[in-house]
């Protein structure tokens, strides 16, 4: 989903002058729809009808949060009304159930982030 940075102020001060211009959300959170694969032999973790979105922090969010933020931001997601189901399989890859649209919950867990900045500066 297309943003732009400047509203989100905390995470634009943490960017270097180079990623100024990152316009979408998949650069810090990446929300993709949840599907069951039958061709797929291994059992999955995020079963498609109890987590209906997989949600990945970047890796250029990870390094800004820190082990510590990224533990506040699971704890943070969990605690918000668009999810239904949370689970956290590593600390930068959730599933979650909600009726919201992958942009949707993209742009929120976005905001979510920069909120999170903000509070840890």
């Known amino acids: 989903m297309k943003i732009n940075l400047n ?3 905390n995470l634009k001060n943490k960017l270097s002058e180079d ?3 990152l316009d979408d959300t998949r650069f810090f959170c ?4 949840n599907y069951e694969d039958i061709d797929d032999e291994e059992v999955d973790v995020f079963d498609p009808n109890d987590y209906n979105y997989l949600v990945y922090i970047t890796e250029r969010v990870s390094n800004i949060l820190g082990k510590e933020g990224l533990q506040k931001l699971i704890e943070t997601i969990q605690k918000q009304d668009f ?3 949370f689970l956290a399989s ?10 919201l649209s992958d942009e949707e919950i993209a742009l929120k867990i976005t905001q979510l982030i920069d909120n999170l900045i903000g509070e840890m500066s």
């Not at 990446?30 to 729809?33: K, R």
């Not at 600390?91 to 909600?98: A, F, Q, T, V």
């Open 83 to 85: 999810i239904e189901n």
């Open 7 to 9: 509203d989100f102020p």
């Open 19 to 21: 990623e100024h211009d």
């Open 30 to 33: 990446v929300v993709d729809e």
């Open 90 to 99: 590593e600390e930068d890859l959730y599933g979650i159930k909600s009726n």
